[in-house]
Structure formats: C-alpha cells, structure tokens
C-alpha cells in the first residue's frame, strides 16, 4: 500500500506536534506549517518536512505544498490545527483583534485546504480534519472573535463535506475543550483558567494533548470513509450535543 503523506499546521508544539508525531507513528511521512521553527517536532519524526510561514499567507501555503509534493509526490491528509485564541472582554475588542483571529482560525483552513485540494483529488482519496472547539457549545463572554470564528469552520466543514464527497475525500471537525499546552498555559489557561473549564466538564481534570490522539487517528483511517461533515466534540462533557 501507498504511504501515506499528511500536513499538520501549527506543528511546532502542543496539539499540533501531538498530531504529527502520533500521525508518523501510524507510518504516516509527515510535513508541518508553523510561524516558527520545528526542532522539537523534526526531532521526533525521521521522515518530517518542516515549513515555516505564516498559514494565512497564501503564497507561503502554496510554496510549501509545493515542497511536500516535490519531497513525498503525494498528500492524503490535512489537519488545520493552527489557531490563535485571544481573550478579552468584547468592547475592548478592536478591528485587528478581530481580523487577526478571523484570518488565522477561518481564513487559513480555507487558503491550506484550497492549495492542497488538488493534491488530495490527484491521490484519488483524502482526509480534511478541522480543529473547532468545544467553545462554541459553551460561548466563554471573553472571546467572542474565537468562538464566532471556530464555529464559522464547522459551517466551511459541513458544506466542504458535501463539495468533496465525490472525490473519497472526508471533511471533519473535532471539538476540544481547553488543552493544557505552553500557550494556553501562558494565556487562558493562566489565572485559574485550566481549573474554571475543567470545572464545567464532567470529566473532571484538565485535558492533555494525548486526549484528541485516538479521534483524530479515527477520522483519518481509511476505514472512516462513511464518516464526512460531522463535528466530533471530545471535551470532557463540556457539552451534550
């Protein structure tokens, strides 16, 4: 069988380095797309191309799929997990802070999986993986930009669904509720952050990294092909839906 080739973006550390190393331990040849270098990530994957550019940069994007492509000649899977999450009360939010959030969190998925498209069709089968959050079942006052935007990608999940089905290719979301990495623990998570949501989920500890690793590896199995257009919420029962 075919190798299979994924880009992750926001590879360099917390969920998305979780993601690559775990995608390259299922025999997976893995590239990543940060804003910053990706020693950590690079060291834990012998087969790893490391892109480094702004996501929402169109033409970084196509550069770097361009490299993938010349260095593995195939993609299969793309897993949009860059993000950013500021948190501030609403009036103090200004026009960049909103279009800062809204081209990083909505516009970037949309630049990746458009570059990559043609890549996943000429494969003749592919997964799409959007990373939501469980914020937009809880709606936290303080960061309306984050949530209007994460829910702005399951409304692109749903009918990029329908769009690709004819091609074998999935379009999913998965919904985590607030992840214990080094930027959450330098910003929302900081000043009891970590302890407020964990303490509106019934799972009742603070979710790592390591917990999104078996729903994202499900929804890129090629056994989940029956699977499209859904959002996948692993909070801790944050939320029922």
Known sequence: METRTALVTGAAQGLGQEFAVALAGRGYR??????????????MILDYVELVGDVSDAATVEEGLERVIDQFGALH??????????????????????????????EAPFLVTRAALPYLKAAGWGRIVNI???AV???PPTMVPYVASKMGLIGFTRALASALAPYDITVNAI??????????????????GFEAVRDGQAVARIQEPADLVSTLLYVVDEASGFLTGQTLNVSGGSAYL
């Open 30 to 43: 893995v590239a990543g797309l940060d804003l910053i270098p990706q020693p950590g990530t690079a060291g």
């Open 77 to 106: 899977v793309v897993v949009n997990n860059a993000g950013v999450y500021p948190a501030k009360p609403f009036e103090e939010t200004t026009v960049e802070d909103w279009r800062r959030v809204m081209r990083v969190n909505l």
């Open 132 to 134: 939501a959050s469980a």
């Open 137 to 139: 079942f809880t709606a």
């Open 175 to 192: 919904a985590p509720s607030m992840v214990r990495t080094a930027t959450a623990e330098r910003t929302v998570g900081a000043d009891g």
